[in-house]
Every structure is written in structure tokens, then in C-alpha cells.
């Protein structure tokens, strides 16, 4: 349109979660009309923090520190793990305030169909990790979906006879979620796991 | 979340068209796994794009010369001129490739709510441009909002009386569209507009 650097833009932008041929150009085209303001920082920003994070070694986290600031805190529990498919379920779990252990991030789900197996996932690594005295309880916070479920059953089959003890999320009505429009899945299993009235949580 | 230059980073993205905090996390997230693919060269992109970009002191497009290629290109028509809103306007009739004249970008539309006069919009430049004989006819490519048509309505009283014939684009049908779907201000001009069957266009 304008230029090879403008296309080239456009061509990056199109590429992140989310975005398509129309949005990435009103994007670049939003930013080309800020470019004191907004451009020119934003590619700082980028820069600075593509230069500032790394990988947290244990963990799989992403930080500006190595180990992240999670696993070097000597306030969370050292023997629980929660078990993560990707960092954004981290971010998840965090904001809820209510985890006070470590995590391990997996990277991913297992899938025959992809071809990704266990050491694709950082499996061995929790199956390193996950001894006791050290770890008594892996909670496994993995997505409701086929492939996060069939991972789940894999993970708890390798940690089966380790002594530590593995847990699951609960499934059930979503807080606020309307029953007719929950699919059956989730209504079976809600019933299933029925509470006595009266008790919270 | 994660340190200051991602926090910086999610409050950065936050604030560009069509992203909201959600988004933003999400696109971070994915940018910050793929640093070396994607996160370094979008900085880089960002960065040239917002060095090498200028405005057209003649038609108020973006490019990397100024004047701008539409307005440096002898091939193109002098003597026809589109008023469009905002250079994304001039992006989608370029995009058709059915224009072959030269534009000029007012910068917005005129609004006595938002205090916006005809000096905010470089309306007195149009005024100064088109003048017969180098302009022989203005067409007011201008949304089809009240903003959009008041503005039309103004410049075209502006131009009366200058030699310089003014039009607007259609209104009628898009193409591709479901009558029972259009509103009826629509439906109304395409029928005052209609044309003999079997003339295309």
C-alpha cells in the first residue's frame, strides 16, 4: 500500500492471535497516525521486554528473573504443584489469588494427531519433580477439553505409585452460568458431584 | 504479572483499535513465547515503519516520499479529486483499483458537539486546491453518517459557485446485500436511485 515497511507491518501484525487482514491494517493504520504517541513506544515496549524475560528453568514460567519470581518465593508451598498446559493458564490461576503453591508448566497437550508426546511436554521434568518428600500434591489445572483430559489420565498414570498425591479441578456450573445453556457434560457432572445445600464452595 | 515491561507492554497493547485487556494479555503472551519469531522483528517492524513514514503535505496520505506515489504519479488524473474522511478511506479505494484520480484527506468530519471547524480539517487547503482549471470535478467519498453528510453538505456549499463540479458516491444496495436486512433510509434511496434492469453498474 504505502511503502515495503508498511506491508511488512501489516503482514506481522496480521500473524498475532486475533487478527486478520482487516484488523491488523486499521491497526498499522491506527499506530501511522500515532507514531509519537503510540508507534514509536510500542516498539520499545516490544523491544524491552523480548530483552528483559526468560524462561524460568524450573517451572516453565516466563519472568524477568531465573528462577521467576514465583518459584524463588519462600512464602508459596513448596509441595504443591499445580500442572498447567500454557503460561496463560498461570496468569489465570494467579489473578484468582487463590493458589498459593508453585506451578509446572506443561507447554502444551499430548496428541497423537500432532505428534506431540510426552517429552514434547515437559512431562519427564514433572515426573521429576513431583517426589515426595518435596511435593506431596500435584493439582492437575488442565483444560476441560479431549486432549487436556487425555493428558490428565497420562499424567496421573506416570505419577500412580510416586506417593504424591494427584488432584484435579472440580467441573461444574460455571459461577453465573445459566444451566439451560450448559451442555450435558457439564450438567452430569455438576449432579454428580453434588454438595450438601447450605455449604460453601 | 510478570514485571514492569510486560505489565507496560499489556497496558500498551490495551489501548489499540479493537484490543481490550483480554486481548491484550493474550497477544502479549503469545509474543513473549515467540520472541525471536515474532516479538524482535514486530519491534523492528514497528520501528522502521514510524522512521520511514511521512504525511503528504498535499493530499494528508501516509508514505514514504512526500509528495506521496498517488501524488507524485504523472499517470494519475489531476483534474478529479476524492474527499475521503480518513487515509483508511483512501486505503479501500485504492484497494478497488476503479480510482484513478487523486485524493484529499480532510482528518475527520466536522462536529459542533466535539468542536471540530472547517480549519480542523483542512477543508480551506480543499478550498484552495480545487480551483478549475486544474481541478475539474470533487467527489465527496465521505461516510454515510449524519458527521459524514453534514461535512459533505458544507464543503459542497463551499464549492458552489467555483467552476469545480461536485458529486457524491451512491447510495443503494451493497452489493452482495439482503434487502430484508438494510435499514430504510437505505431501502428508500436505492429505490429513488434505481437504475433501467439490465444496465450494469
Redesign the interface.
Known sequence: ???P??E??IR??A?????GPR?A?????????H?QE?????????????A??RTCAICG????TDP??ICANPARATGLLAVVE???DL?AL?RTGAFRGRYHVLGGTLSALDGVGPEDLHIPALVGRARPPEVGEVILALNATVDGQTTAHYIADRLAGSGVAVSRLAHGVPVGGEIDYLDDGTIMAALRARRPAGQVS
Open positions: 500500500m504505502i511503502g515497511e508498511v511488512e507491518l506481522m501484525l500473524r498475532l492471535p486475533g487478527l484488523s491494517r486499521r491497526m498499522a493504520l491506527h499506530l501511522l497516525t507514531r503510540a508507534m514509536v513506544p510500542l516498539a520499545e515496549a516490544l523491544a524491552a521486554a523480548a528483559a524475560v514460567n516466563l519472568d524477568t521467576c519470581a500454557h503460561i496463560g496468569w494467579e
